[in-house]
Each structure stands twice: as C-alpha cells, then as structure tokens.
C-alpha cells in the first residue's frame, strides 16, 4: 500500500487523519498538486477550490486537535460530478443552460457525506446534462482517460472516472442511468457502484429519468464503495421513492470470502461479439473467483436485449419529459448530440412507453427465476475497451454512433430492472488499457456485491496499479 497520501485508498486516508499520522492539510496539499499536474492533460473538473479547501483542510485538522471529529471522513479531501446541488455553489451539470445555476439546497447524497467530514476540492467534469456514454462535452470540452490521454473515460460520470484513476480525489459521486458509473469505472480501471433504485437519494441530483437514475460512488476499491454507501443510503423525506428498508455493515460485508457464494456466467449475451481481449479478461476473472472459493455455475438469462431497447426508450421518453420546457425556450443552447437525443423522445407515443414500464415487473420477477439460486451475475462492464475520443465522436465521421451504440449494451438492461451493479478492474489489455466486469446482484444485495469485489481485490492487485503522467 502507497504512503504517498494521493496514491491511498480512501479508507487508508481516512483512518491515517483519524489517527493523526497524516493531517488534512497536508493531505489535500498534496491531492491539489497533483491536480494541477494532471488538469491541463485530462480536464477532469470542471471547478478546482484550492484556497477554500485547504482553509477548509486546516479547520477540520483544528477540530480533530480539539478532540472532535465530524465522522468517518474528517477531513479527506474529494471532488464529486457536477450535477449534485451545493448550496451557493454554481452546479453546470455539464450544460450552457446551467452554466451559472447556484443552487439553494444541497444534494442529501452530497450532504451525508458532508456531515461526515468531507473537504470540497471543486467539482467534476461530466457530459452535458448526462445524456452520453462516451465523455465528450461539446461546451467544455472532453475529459481524457489518464491511461491514455488519446482514449474515452466512459460518461456520463466522465470526470469522475478520469479523476479517481489518476488519484486526484479520493473518490468521487456519479450517477448511472444507462451505465454512467460502470462505463467510467470500466474504461478509467476504478471500482464504481451502480446502487439499487432506491437505495440512495436522488434528492438534490440533477434528474435524467425519473425511473432509472442512481447515485452511487466510484473510488479505488470495493472498500472505499462500501464506506461510501454505509455514509449515503437510507430513507430520505426529500426523495419518497427512498427505500425505508435497513441499511446493513457494508463495510463488515468486505471482509467475507467467496466461500459459499455461487456466481453465474451467463450463456449468452453478454458473452456475445467480445473483444478478444475482453474475452480473455472475462475468463481469467472467472478462474480468479473460482480460485477464491466460489462456485461458478453457467445461468441462462431472459433476452436482454428486450432489456436493453426497454431500457432506451424508457430514458428517451423521460428525459425528454424533463427538458421539454428548455427545449422550447433555449433550444441553441443544447449541443447538437444531446438535442437530438431529447427530440427522439418526442416521438414516442405515451402507450408505448407505458407498454416497457409495466413489462418491468415481469422482466424483473423472470430475472429472479432465472438467477435462482445464485448470488450475483458477472459479466463485461462493456464488450470493448475504450475507443479514441476521436472514432467516438459523432461530428467526426457516421461510424460514430454506431461505437457509441455498442458500449452501453451492457450496462442498460441492468438499469432497467432497477438492479445494482459493481465494476471492478479486471485486467488490461496489451496496449495498457483498463478492463472492468460487472457484478450483478439482487434488489438491496449490494453487500454481496461488495463481498465478492473486495475478496477479488485481495487476490489481484489491478485496482491499485497507477497511471502515469507522460
């Protein structure tokens, strides 16, 4: 483990200010000067707050000495997505339209993470209004993969993704819809965590699509994932469609083996068109498991890909229900990319998209048939590695589109079904780029999710091999 204070886990940071071997100060110091070595390369924030945050460092370093800690992340320093409301802070969510919205109330995610501590370091670059897959952002420009600057980070959460690979903050909050933590957490070589629909607020959060947005973390480790949901999840009165079920010892649930776990690889699908490489990451994560003491069994799941075309016209329809209204007034302020995606929404008829929300009861209740018996689904967090930024940009040629189609096959059926999902890094391929699965669970089973990512990061060290800046 590093004792470059960057370069440590967020729970190895957070326990080294609790117990006085590191201060906050010098901490974020350090964090703050490596971002301004890494900025001008990957564009990662969208903001950066040095002097508040070290006044805000050298405070929490004063209550620590006083005997008072505000909770298990005193004074660690962390940026998150800009789409999460801070009170008196301008939150773009990636846009022109919101370029100088400055909200009145604070994101509850965001606030619970504040109470326990948090430094501010600024805020993270996205995709406009986190409609896209790949990290592009025509007003603000793209956010580039610290692996290789030349390569996509994944979107929506893109600066998210970019920014805790290149360890410019500890761990950071994103959102996944469509996949906009698993494409990020995959491409970028971090764990990120897809939660249950539910599981955490949404109140505060820029909305995308009422039904299928979640917040969830990405960070170095399945520990550092954990931390952070033990923090957030939990009823909320702002947001009723918050699960009041209890919130178990995510953190108790790392420290579990694989022993007595049974994981299925599906037949079909998501094993389907692979990247060579891809493919050969795949099985060698299965004998990795397997080696761990889990039982790998094959599972055979419902056609995903009526999953994944629900799943589309789900978000089109309500993302549109939600731009409408700017979609009238400031039309010219939209990206081209994004607009177009909002028009497509107006031509789906009302009983069409209230025919894919009623079928997600019955696709849900056959998932959990087929998946009987067994304790989380692995698979791709995306069938290839990261594309260039430039054959995945839609104005550079019409093979574009079809790239962009492709990475998010994945990802979206799970959305869908309101399931949580865990991307850990599972390997590189030849040219050095990062390579994650996918851990698919059961509604509110993100403890196991989160057993089975941090016995696999025991056994492989993948998670904490560093990019370097050239």
């Not at 022993?259 to 994560?285: H, M, N, Q, S």
């Not at 304790?375 to 069938?383: L, M, N, R, T």
């Not at 492709?406 to 309101?418: A, D, E, M, S």
Request: hydrophobic share 40%.
């Amino acid at each position: 483990m590093s004792t470059e204070p960057p370069l440590m886990t967020l729970t190895a940071v957070a326990k080294a200010i609790a117990e006085k071997k590191l201060s906050s100060h010098e901490v974020t110091r350090a964090v703050l000067h490596r971002i301004a070595e890494w900025q001008p390369r990957l564009n990662a924030y969208m903001a950066i707050e040095s002097e508040q945050a070290l006044a805000a460092a050298t405070e929490a370093d004063a209550e620590l000495a006083k005997g008072k800690s505000r909770g298990p992340l005193h004074g660690v320093p962390m940026a998150h997505k800009d789409m999460y409301y801070d009170a008196g802070k301008v939150v773009t969510c990636g846009s022109l339209i919101r370029r100088d919205f400055v909200p009145k109330t604070t994101a509850t995610a965001l606030q619970r993470l504040k109470d326990a501590g948090q430094v501010r370091l600024g805020s993270l670059q996205m995709v406009e209004f986190a409609y896209g897959p790949t990290g592009h952002n025509v007003h603000y420009g793209a956010v580039h993969n610290p692996w290789h600057v030349d390569h996509i980070t994944g979107g929506s959460s893109s600066g998210s993704g970019s920014a805790v690979a290149a360890r410019l903050t500890f761990a950071a909050l994103g959102s996944d819809t469509g996949g906009s933590i698993r494409m990020p957490a995959h491409f970028c070589g971090v764990t990120g965590l897809k939660t249950t629909v539910g599981r955490v607020s949404r109140a505060g959060a820029m909305p995308l699509s009422q039904s299928l947005d979640t917040v969830g973390p990405l960070a170095q480790t399945a520990e550092d994932c954990a931390l952070l949901l033990g923090l957030m999840a939990g009823a909320d009165p702002e947001d009723p469609t918050t699960s009041t079920q209890p919130v178990p010892d995510y953190m108790a649930a790392t420290t579990g083996s694989l022993k007595g776990l049974k994981i299925g690889v599906p037949t079909a699908f998501y094993v389907d068109d692979l990247d060579p490489e891809v493919a050969r990451i795949l099985d060698e994560t299965v004998a990795t498991l397997k080696k761990e003491g889990a039982e790998i069994v094959k599972v055979e799941l419902p056609d995903q890909r009526q999953l994944s075309s629900a799943s589309q016209l789900v978000l089109a329809a309500e993302a549109t229900a939600y731009h409408k209204r700017w979609m009238i007034e400031r039309p010219q302020d939209y990206g081209a990319q994004v607009l177009m995606r909002l028009q497509n929404g107006l031509t789906i008829p009302a009983v069409t998209y209230l025919e894919a929300m009623r079928w997600r009861g019955p696709a849900l209740a056959a998932h959990h048939a087929a998946v009987s018996g067994i304790d989380a689904v692995i698979a791709p967090s995306a069938p290839v590695p990261a594309p260039t930024i430039a054959e995945s940009d839609v104005g550079n040629g019409p093979g574009a589109e079809a790239v962009i189609q492709r990475l998010t096959r994945f990802t979206r059926p799970v959305n869908y079904l309101g399931l949580p999902s865990l991307s850990i890094p599972s390997g590189f391929t030849r040219a050095g780029l990062p390579v994650g699965m996918q851990l698919i669970g059961r509604a509110f089973e993100e403890a196991v999710l989160l057993r089975i990512g941090a016995a696999f990061q025991r056994a492989t060290d993948f998670h904490a091999r560093v990019p370097r800046l050239v």
